[in-house]
């Protein structure tokens, strides 16, 4: 029964595991694009992944506490489902996709989305996806998700463009996410990854997670809306900038 005692690990992991909470708990989990690579530095892509997925279940379940009475049923309704088919298409084609080439064209779509916003002249009116739109970006989601552990992006680009307000849309996020990871869990396991080492690691970092996930409810609810956005945008767009380097230079 052993853990990962790298003392480097975990003192890239500590900091990202609260990271990881304050995106759950209102700053976006576009964070959590950025974590694997950070901590492949350290540790296998794969092992990193297979360490954190345990961790951001349990800050789902305090995101989804405190967003319990904040979220787009509708949405959720056209996200889950669709989401779903994703991670069981991505989990079929487990290893046989060129996962560069994916983290490649997910970064430019989530960089051409950001620019759109940016840039598009005020009187065009800023592209709002419907119904369709929502399945096709879910599913992407939930595939993008179990392969290369970049759902944010898509997701994103489907629920930023729906103008919600920050508490519903942190909200809608945190449910979606959340059953993106439980179901997860599944392909996950019967790979092989979620071993006794990962999960003792995970165990480890654990106690990190609720507290990232208070400290990003409170400065949700400080954040005026409009900065609020162009911060997720922000950290979408770097998603994208990081998803694109990975994908040319892996």
């Known amino acids: 029964m052993n853990i990962i005692q790298d003392p480097l690990f975990y003192v890239l992991a500590a900091p990202l595991v609260l990271l990881f909470g304050m995106g759950k708990g209102g700053l976006g989990p576009g964070i959590v694009t950025l974590a694997v690579p950070m901590l492949s530095f350290v540790i296998h892509p794969a ?3 297979a360490i954190l997925l345990p961790i ?13 009475r904040t979220f787009a049923a509708h949405h959720l309704r056209i996200l889950i489902p669709a989401g779903i088919v994703g991670v069981v298409i991505a989990s079929i084609l487990m290893g046989r996709l060129d996962k560069d080439m994916l983290r490649l064209l ?8 950001c620019l759109d916003h940016w840039f598009r002249p005020e009187t065009v009116k800023a592209l709002v996806f419907g119904k369709w739109g929502g399945y096709f970006w879910g599913t992407i989601a939930g595939f993008t998700s179990t392969q290369i552990h970049a759902g944010a992006a898509p997701a994103s680009v489907y629920l930023f463009s729906q103008k919600m307000e920050k508490t519903m849309l942190m909200g809608t996020m945190a449910i979606f996410f959340t059953a993106m990871n439980y179901v997860k869990l599944v ?6 990854f979620l071993n006794l080492e990962n999960f003792l690691t995970s165990l480890v970092l654990m106690p990190l997670a609720p507290i990232g996930v208070k400290l990003g409810n409170m400065v949700l609810h400080k954040v005026n809306q ?3 956005y162009r911060y997720l945008y922000l950290i979408l767009f770097c998603s994208g900038i990081k998803l694109c380097w990975d994908g040319l230079l892996a």
């Open 47 to 49: 092992q990193a992944a």
């Open 56 to 68: 951001l279940c349990l800050a789902d379940l305090f995101a989804v506490y405190h967003f319990r």
């Open 106 to 113: 997910i970064g430019i779509i989530a960089i051409v989305f």
């Open 187 to 192: 392909p996950y396991s019967l790979m092989g």
């Open 226 to 228: 409009k900065i609020l």
